[in-house]
């Protein structure tokens, strides 16, 4: 049996994460993962996404050079050659994290593990079963696709989003099951590349979790780019076509047959709990994942889990941050997650991102609310870029101004959502965003102006 101070179970972002801040802590670390370095958002989640996303963001703004006084030839979709850039663009962070661990003096022992005993973790490798024991245990195993229960959910041609991302060729036709942050990504990416989509939500709009005013400016953006939307509508069963694959759908306007060449499921994930031992080890969880406090701990001293695997808001940003809770509380150091500043982003075109209460959630909880919206057509920078479409909508309480939620629809969303994610941690007020003086020309200064327009004085919207 070998020690060590703290054995974390998988290479994710909370599981690195949270090896590397018990190493800067002083701990002797070992980390146990099974697949791949990295995790689901590193090798086929988050990263390889945004990478095919960037090159179909350069195919977008080539075959509109003319606008900016730009001749340049018709471009073409290389699908083969953007694959190659997406897995370059993977093994270089994969590499990064690898030295990382490294230089920090983590070990890292590639096998299955599982909890064994107290304080004891068994891993299946390739030299065989290898028991560890270590006062501290940190599971991070993350989660994996859900499987619908739709008949033909198991055809040739139906995908998860790993098999997306793993297509060796551009499908004529994709149908997307999920109007979700994954759904939407994959049929921004698609159809920007000239496949022909078709989006399917059983919820009432697209990004259902989203502020109200974001699903159905996505909604728009898509029809826009020559998608099919279908909301409040259920996918009833899968079949084998002539060359494509037939979907039933049901909705508001009775049964609708799809046609597509591939369809992709992308309706959520579970979190990977099976095999770890944790009904023997007395860890607590159900269905929703491992159960956990503000401190990361599960219900057995000495065990914490982060991540996907506790369920709640599975986004590596809420992973990597839970990582190092884990590490600092489970080393003695006071640390909490606080859930009322996790910005959430949809990278579609355009982008999306929110923080905070949305504005029905606002409402629902009793505050009585004020909000301001403006739009990127009056922006500058924006006009000046050519990326007019969406807008920016902040959200407060009216009594004293306190920010309560940010929500973007537009280029850099991601980037620009940090604002409100600060200040909702620092909470802050309509007053000090208005007296924040922001850069010009810049797309930020739609931020003071939603702030400003929530006051009822905003500068560069015309008076109603």
């Known amino acids: 049996m070998m020690p060590t101070d703290l054995i974390v179970i998988g290479g994710g972002p909370g599981g690195y994460i949270t090896a590397l801040r018990a190493a800067q802590l002083g701990a002797h670390v070992t980390l146990v993962?099974?697949?791949?370095?990295?995790?689901?958002?590193?090798?086929?989640?988050?990263?390889?996404?945004?990478?095919?996303?960037?090159?179909?963001?350069?195919?977008?703004?080539?075959?509109?050079?003319?606008e900016f006084g730009v001749r340049a030839a018709k471009p073409e979709a290389d699908w083969p050659a953007m694959q190659a850039r997406k897995a370059d663009?993977?093994?270089k962070l994969v590499g990064g994290v690898r030295m990382l661990l490294g230089r920090a003096g983590v070990d890292v022992v590639e096998g299955h593990a599982h909890l064994s005993g107290p304080g004891t973790v068994a891993v299946d490798g390739a030299g065989g079963m290898q028991t560890w024991a270590a006062p501290r245990i940190v599971i991070a195993t993350g989660s994996s696709p859900?499987?619908?229960?739709?008949?033909?959910?198991?055809?040739?041609?139906?995908?998860?989003?790993?098999?997306?991302?793993?297509?060796?060729a551009l499908p004529a036709s994709l149908l997307v099951v999920g109007g979700g942050a994954v759904g939407l990504e994959f049929a921004t990416l698609f159809a920007t590349l000239g496949s022909q989509?078709?989006?399917?939500?059983?919820?009432?709009?697209?990004?259902?979790?989203?502020d109200a005013d974001v699903g159905d400016t996505l909604r728009t953006a898509l029809l826009l780019q020559g998608a099919k939307v279908h909301v409040s509508t259920k996918i009833t069963?899968?079949?084998?076509?002539?060359?494509?694959?037939?979907?039933?759908?049901?909705?508001?306007?009775g049964e609708v047959i799809v046609e597509a060449d591939k369809a992709l499921l992308a309706t959520g994930r579970r979190p990977n709990v099976a095999g770890l031992g944790l009904e023997a080890a007395g860890v607590r969880y159900d269905r929703r994942g491992i159960q956990v406090n503000e401190h990361m701990a599960t219900s057995v001293p000495g065990i914490y889990a982060v991540g996907d695997v506790t369920g709640g808001s599975m986004l590596a940003h809420v992973a990597m941050h839970q990582?190092?809770?884990?590490?600092?509380?489970?080393?003695?150091?006071?640390?909490?997650?606080?859930?009322?500043?996790?910005?959430?982003?949809?990278?579609a075109r355009p982008e999306a991102a929110s923080v905070g209460l949305t504005e029905q959630a606002a409402r629902e909880q009793g505050y009585d609310v004020r909000v301001?919206?403006?739009?990127?057509?009056?922006?500058g920078k924006a006009i000046a870029q050519g990326e007019v479409d969406g807008f920016i909508k902040v959200v407060a309480e009216a009594r004293y101004g306190a920010l309560l939620g940010l929500h973007i629809v537009g280029a850099h969303a991601s980037d620009l959502v940090l604002e409100g994610a600060l200040g909702l941690t620092l909470e802050m007020t309509l007053d000090e965003l208005a007296a924040t003086i922001h850069p010009h020309p810049s797309l930020g200064e739609a931020l003071a102006e939603a702030g400003l327009a929530a006051l009822g004085r905003p500068l560069h919207l015309p008076k109603s």
């Open 197 to 210: 989509v078709t989006v399917v939500e059983m919820l009432p709009r697209l990004a259902p979790l989203a």
């Open 237 to 253: 069963a899968i079949e084998a076509g002539r060359g494509a694959l037939r979907a039933r759908l049901q909705g508001p306007q």
């Open 372 to 379: 301001g919206r403006f739009p990127f057509n009056g922006n």
């Open 33 to 66: 993962e099974a697949e791949y370095l990295g995790g689901v958002c590193l090798n086929v989640g988050c990263i390889p996404t945004k990478a095919l996303l960037a090159s179909a963001e350069v195919y977008h703004v080539v075959s509109r050079s003319a």
């Open 146 to 168: 859900l499987t619908l229960p739709i008949a033909g959910g198991d055809l040739p041609g139906v995908l998860d989003s790993t098999g997306a991302l793993a297509l060796e």
């Open 323 to 347: 990582g190092a809770v884990a590490a600092e509380s489970s080393l003695g150091h006071k640390a909490r997650m606080r859930y009322d500043a996790v910005p959430s982003c949809i990278f």
């Open 89 to 91: 663009v993977v093994a």
